[in-house]
T-cell receptor
Framework: DGGITQSPKYLFRKEGQNVTLSCEQN?????MYWYRQDPGQGLRLIYY???????QKGDIAEGYSVSREKKESFPLTVTSAQKNPTAFYLC??????????????FGPGTRLTVL | GDSVTQMEGPVTLSEEAFLTINCTYT??????LFWYVQYPGEGLQLLLK?????DKGSNKGFEATYRKETTSFHLEKGSVQVSDSAVYFC????????????FGTGTRLLVSP
């Protein structure tokens, strides 16, 4: 079955540690996205990538980094510079290209708790 | 900037009740509008969409009509089920350049038997 996998589902880290969240898709999508979800708030875009080896900052990129070395993978690193990293992180992917809206398909999410 | 406003939750209903979740938007142009649903512990799924004024999106008994005059996209269902309990997000995207999704804050729906 095609889809998006995120691992792990729950992640605990000590304050000051960097942590990398995994996102893999087998939908053959060019575009991938990372969102952050906090209680009572909508999703906010952290980073996005429309093609391999290229990515752009979203609305809240500070304290995060990404890479896009393969089409299938878009890992997110939450660095110690992120002031409030505890949140639910969602990865998504879509067909790329402007014009008609390209539906974004979401993974199941990773809940990160920094102790 | 572009934004989406949803009614606060939780919305608590009994099974078979009528559901309305209000959504209004602010945008400089003519956006496409969406409703996403998030079941407990899961990611988001696209529920329905409308790409131009007066379009009606529908799926699984849910409907929403794109009203340009009132800048609204209210979600409705005639008879809710316990399995509809979830968080519902209204969202928009402008159909130019990078199609960034702008989300509302979400509305939790709780349906009791």
């Amino acid at each position: 079955d095609g889809g998006i996998t995120q691992s792990p589902k729950y992640l605990f880290r000590k304050e000051g540690q960097n942590v990398t969240l995994s996102c893999e898709q087998n939908l053959n999508h060019d575009a991938m996205y990372w969102y952050r979800q906090d209680p009572g708030q909508g999703l906010r875009l952290i980073y996005y990538s429309q093609i391999v080896n290229d990515f752009q900052k979203g609305d809240i990129a500070e304290g995060y980094s990404v890479s896009r070395e393969k089409k299938e993978s878009f890992p997110l690193t939450v660095t110690s510079a992120q002031k409030n990293p505890t949140a639910f992180y969602l990865c998504a992917s879509s067909v790329a290209g402007a014009g008609n809206y390209n539906e974004q398909f979401f993974g199941p999410g990773t809940r990160l708790t920094v102790l | 900037g572009d934004s989406v406003t949803q009614m606060e939750g939780p919305v608590t209903l009994s099974e078979e009740a009528f559901l309305t979740i209000n959504c209004t938007y602010t945008a400089t142009g003519y956006p496409s509008l969406f409703w996403y649903v998030q079941y407990p512990g899961e990611g988001l799924q696209l529920l329905l969409k409308a790409t131009k004024a007066d379009d009606k999106g529908s799926n699984k008994g849910f409907e929403a009509t794109y009203r340009k005059e009132t800048t609204s996209f209210h979600l409705e269902k005639g008879s809710v089920q316990v399995s509809d309990s979830a968080v519902y997000f209204c969202a928009l995207t402008m159909n130019t350049g990078f199609q960034k999704l702008v989300f509302g804050t979400g509305t939790r729906l709780l349906v009791s038997p």
